[in-house]
């Protein structure tokens, strides 16, 4: 048994670095810190003196408010000693491969609270649900505010979990520890957090498992002191702004003016019936199991306190109008770890019941079917949205096979969506090869000629039809009107999916994306067969396979030599 909890524990950080391989891009709202941890590994922090240093990407692209740097200078300073061994080695993956190990380690913590407190049963199921959830397992290694919170949160409610073997008095103090973690992962990263610091030192109290004055309050004194003293000492250098606290402007921005509308809303019951769902996956695994470990009184005890602190966090945060599933990923151990009771309850009464026997059964099936969904449609379906990051790379091929001397750079203008859809500066070529990028977004810089003149190469937005051109096109050939440009690439991005008739070609151009990454060409081809197999032989001529479509070009312009 002890076996089995380790092999299946394997799969989580497996898993985690199998998505980040796939899929090593990142997107539009990953760009601060990814960008940060770039300018900090290549330049370290920035000077006082030099606010409008244009080597950082946040001085040039501050955004809407500002964001904490301290895990991107955690992550930057923890990559050099692996970037030192090898200087060919992909650096963007390596502080996202560490980030993602972090957060592998805090679900396998996690896991082994489980087992101490419930048995191995239940950690084995609750791995095997985490490990079938797509959203937390994608996500882990992504430079997002809330995943480098996710980490802290949930060895916090590790330290909430029941241990039999330690005093009460050590249970008093992991239960003031987690409270100081949750407060400083509020203070630093995420200020929603504050709610569920709120609930969770109100249950506390309400438990007698914490008292007011030696644990929450001295808890909260020593969380401010930690956290502001990490924020805005790092943060007030980094932005050039003294003092500066980052989530705090962002909760007066977002929270006390309320700007967080203008991303748009969603109704009240939007977690419930829409991200939680969308979070857990299985949907036996809140249809089934939560009510079966809410239920049997054997699990019911355990349960409530996983439960009733973080949905109360859920209803409370539901007021706010923006509502992201990211937003709410803290509870989704708690909650996974109550499903994980029930089942574990089914999985043990199995042949004594015919209601376990096939409850526990479904459970399995279910969870296969989850698992499968999330790496085998899901995967490859989010792999393929980072057209920008392929364009970018394309570029850079066709450009080093076109030239013999590798000081021979371009100048590159990067569109809206290709920066929205991986482009990074961890993929842009040294400004000592000869290369420059600029990524303007002012409209009427971008309607004069010398502007658009200054390019060698243009990343646009592209469409299914030929004729297409999008408003930075459209600009360029209205200012440019003696200049000649071709179509070097264009680069497909997911659009759905397509359900295949009798008679209709396959492409599989994203799942043979996927394969390639694992196993190579071999494996690409291998999936072409047995696809085509299974066609003729099962599905007389049917098939479902991931849709894509154009979504940007690389334009090049022609030069008289």
Not at 544 to 558: F, S
């Amino acid at each position: 048994m002890r076996n089995a909890l380790y092999l299946v524990g394997l799969i989580v950080p497996i898993l985690i670095l199998i998505h980040l391989f796939v899929a090593p891009y990142t997107k539009v709202e990953e760009s601060f810190h990814v960008q940060a941890i770039h300018d900090i590994s290549n330049h370290g922090l920035p000077s006082l003196q030099s606010k409008f240093d244009l080597r950082y990407d946040h001085f040039a692209f501050p955004g809407a408010v500002p964001r904490s740097a301290v895990g991107a200078l955690i992550l930057a300073k923890l990559s050099q000693p692996f970037a030192a061994l090898s200087d060919g080695i992909n650096r963007q993956i390596l502080a996202r491969a560490i980030l993602g190990m972090y957060n592998a380690g805090s679900l396998l913590y996690f896991a082994h609270g489980l087992q101490r407190g419930f048995g191995q049963t239940v950690a084995i199921w609750y791995l095997i649900f985490q490990a079938s959830q797509f959203h937390v397992i994608y996500y882990a290694s992504r430079p997002l505010s809330n995943m480098f919170a996710f980490g802290m949160t949930t060895i916090a409610s590790r330290l909430l979990l029941p241990d039999f073997t330690i005093p009460r008095i050590d249970a008093r103090r992991r239960a003031r520890l987690s409270l100081i973690l949750l407060a400083i992962a509020g203070i630093i990263f995420r200020s929603e957090l504050a709610l569920f610091v709120v609930t969770q030192t109100i249950f506390l109290l309400a438990m007698g498992r914490v008292r007011l004055i030696q644990d929450a309050i001295i808890a909260g004194i020593i969380s401010l002191f930690v956290g502001l003293q990490l924020t805005v000492g790092i943060d007030s250098i980094f932005w050039n702004r003294v003092p500066l606290w980052p989530e705090f402007d962002a909760f007066l921005f977002n929270v006390v003016s309320g700007q967080s509308s203008e991303w748009g809303t969603s109704p009240w019951y939007f977690y419930f019936l829409n991200a939680l769902p969308r979070l857990l996956l299985n949907p036996l695994v809140y249809l089934l199991a939560i009510p079966v470990a809410l239920r049997q009184p054997a699990t019911r005890q355990p349960a409530i306190p996983l439960l009733t602190p973080t949905l109360a966090f859920v209803v409370l945060y539901s007021i706010q109008p923006h509502k992201e599933w990211r937003f709410i990923i803290y509870v989704i151990p708690s909650l996974t770890a109550v499903a994980a009771l029930g089942a574990s309850y089914l999985w043990n009464r199995r042949s004594r019941s015919m209601f376990a026997c096939v409850s526990s059964r479904l459970l399995v099936f279910s969870s296969l079917a989850a698992f499968s969904l999330s790496n085998f449609v899901l995967l490859p379906a989010s792999a393929a949205n980072y057209p920008g990051a392929h364009a970018l790379n394309a570029l850079h091929h066709r450009h080093a096979l076109a030239v013999s001397d590798e000081l021979d750079g371009a100048s590159v203008y990067l569109g809206n969506l290709a920066c929205q859809t991986g482009i990074t500066r961890f993929l842009q070529q040294s400004p000592g090869l000869g290369w420059s990028y600029d990524k303007t977004e002012d409209k009427a810089l971008k309607s004069s000629h010398a502007f658009w003149n200054q390019f060698d190469y243009v990343i646009v937005e592209a469409s299914s039809d030929k004729d297409y051109r999008d408003n930075d096109e459209t600009r360029l050939r209205r200012v440019l009107q003696d200049s000649d440009w071709e179509t070097t690439e264009v680069i497909d991005g997911f659009a759905g999916v397509s359900i295949l008739r009798p008679g209709s070609a396959a492409n599989g151009a994203a799942e043979r994306r996927l394969l390639s990454v694992l196993g190579g060409e071999s494996a690409a081809n291998l999936y072409d067969q047995v696809r085509d197999s299974v066609r003729k032989v099962l599905l007389r001529g049917w098939w479902v396979e991931l849709k894509m479509r154009p979504k940007l070009k690389v334009l090049k312009r022609i030069r008289e030599e």
